[in-house]
């Protein structure tokens, strides 16, 4: 089972900051939280990932609270490209290397 | 940068027949790749982790006979959908681990476009 939960959508106006909760309260203390996003029949995109601080890059931000039960993805301004399906993952150990479990995401939709 | 490619991009075939789909990394070495499977509206499920040299380990549920995984080289791992049948009809993904300086915490997945498989 996946080991995060996420709203199933979002609508978000374009140019507006576009903000995607993610609950992980089994997170383990070393293990980073990911963020992918999927546009309709192509293969996920890596975002972004962090530990325990905040982390920026040049496609969004990445804010971790302080218990590490829940971070949120941040649009600052979301186009229409962004239009998308949203996956937080934490990683699971296994056999040497870690997997990805993916939940059911958050299908964001931005509006023109 | 990290770029992962994989074909085809589509392939239709006829039920009984094998499919081969190739996962390659063009600008990192992989020792680990994995192959996800999705169907319409669902998630992506992971089918089973490709370790260069080794056998693939599956997950619970995915018949290893039938989904055939090799992994000859550090750049490219490959999997067989042998005796296809319609049900096999998919979006199968296939994603490369990227090991980063900060150690195996920090690794990160990078995937391929996707391929859509369709047994008719």
């Known amino acids: 089972d996946a080991k995060t939960t996420q709203p199933p959508s979002m609508d978000c106006a374009e140019g507006r900051a576009a903000n995607l909760p993610c609950n992980h309260s089994?997170?383990?203390?070393?293990?980073?939280v990911y963020w992918y996003r999927q546009i309709h029949s192509q293969g996920p995109q890596y975002i972004i990932h962090g530990l325990k601080n905040n982390e920026t890059n040049e496609m969004a931000s990445l804010i971790i609270t302080e218990d590490r039960k829940s971070s949120t993805l941040i649009l600052p301004h979301a186009t229409l490209r962004d239009t998308a399906v949203y996956y937080c993952?934490?990683?699971?150990?296994?056999?040497?290397?870690?997997?990805?479990?993916f939940g059911t995401g958050t299908r964001l939709k931005v509006l023109a | 940068g990290a770029v992962v490619s994989q074909h085809p991009s589509r392939v239709i075939c006829k039920s009984g027949t094998s499919v081969k789909i190739e996962c390659r990394s063009l600008d990192f070495q992989a020792t680990t790749m994995f192959w996800y499977r999705q169907f319409p509206k669902q998630s992506l499920m992971l089918m089973a982790t490709?370790?260069?040299?080794?056998?693939?380990?599956?997950e619970q549920g995915v018949e290893k006979d039938k989904f055939l995984i090799n992994h000859a080289s550090l750049t490219l791992s490959t999997l067989t959908v042998t005796s296809a049948h319609p049900e096999d009809s998919s979006f199968y993904i296939c994603s490369a681990r990227k090991g980063l300086a900060g150690g195996p915490y920090q690794e990160t997945q990078y995937f391929g476009p996707g391929t859509r498989l369709l047994v008719l």
């Open positions: 993952i934490v990683r699971v150990a296994t056999s040497g290397t870690y997997k990805y479990i």
């Open positions: 490709s370790n260069e040299g080794s056998k693939a380990t599956y």
């Open positions: 089994t997170i383990s203390g070393n293990e980073y």
